[in-house]
């Protein structure tokens, strides 16, 4: 499995919030979590990890409502 990094200037749509996104807790799993500030550390959690690793992986998932994996197509 190869990775992507997310080209410079590339911008990423998440939908299905429907308005409620003050109610909803993100937790965000990054490969490089140092090149994200935290927009909002009251609702937003930042674990750094590799999705390789599946044992940190499964525990940080564990109890949430919602998986999404987001991916970049190059062409």
């Given amino acids: ?7 410079k200037g590339k911008k990423v749509g ?3 919030l429907g308005g409620q996104s003050s109610d909803v807790a993100l937790t965000l799993y990054l490969r490089r979590a ?3 500030r935290n927009p909002d550390p009251g609702r937003v959690t930042i674990v750094e990890g590799d999705v390789l ?6 525990t ?3 109890g949430q ?5 987001l991916g970049v197509s190059h062409g």
Wanted: aromatic share 4%; proline share 7%.
């Fill in 60 to 62: 940080t998932m564990q």
């Fill in 34 to 36: 140092h090149r994200l």
């Fill in 65 to 69: 409502d919602v998986r999404c994996r």
């Fill in 53 to 58: 690793d599946p044992d940190p992986l499964r």
């Fill in 14 to 16: 998440v939908l299905g």
């Fill in 1 to 7: 499995m190869r990775h992507w990094g997310v080209t």
